[in-house]
């Protein structure tokens, strides 16, 4: 039996190294990795909140001194206007997300892009526009007259909603 702990302790030691060269690599800010939904082949159980009717999977969240950070990965470039507004929404609702989920202040989010990371302050007016947005969602889904608002096969190719879609471009 004893050299079962010791084999467990060894695999949690390494597991905490891992994340934190993984951590370093990417050019998270320092602190303690509580949640990566990065690694392949793994699937971090998604964070629920009844509250604000989300599900999601931010890739890190952080533990730091001044609270929980959600930190999501982008794979490009940040834009030279700055990131954008679908990309700050979702970061605002993992912010949401973390604080009901982990019942934790959440200061600030981060998005990493591949050439920069941009550190958003999570202020009382955007966790009213995230509501909002919210709101705006829940409203088309109930009056079932959303309609596809691109031009971008590509777009569709990934959507998950994409075989049930009557304006699919694919």
Known sequence: MGWLLLLVLILLAASWLWAGREANRIGLPPGEVL?????????EEALH???YGLVGRPDYILSLPDGMIPVELKKGGCPAAGPYQNHKAQLF????LVEDACHSA???????YSDREVRIDFTPERRAWVLRVLAAIAAAKRSG????NHDAPGRCRGCSLR?????SLV
Do not use: A, I, K
């Open 145 to 148: 007259l959303v309609s596809r």
């Open 106 to 112: 959440v200061p600030y989010g981060v998005l990493r």
């Open 35 to 43: 949640y990566r939904d990065t690694e392949q082949g793994h699937v």
């Open 163 to 167: 075989h049930g879609c009557v304006e």
């Open 93 to 96: 609702g993992y912010c949401l």
């Open 49 to 51: 909140s009844e509250r």
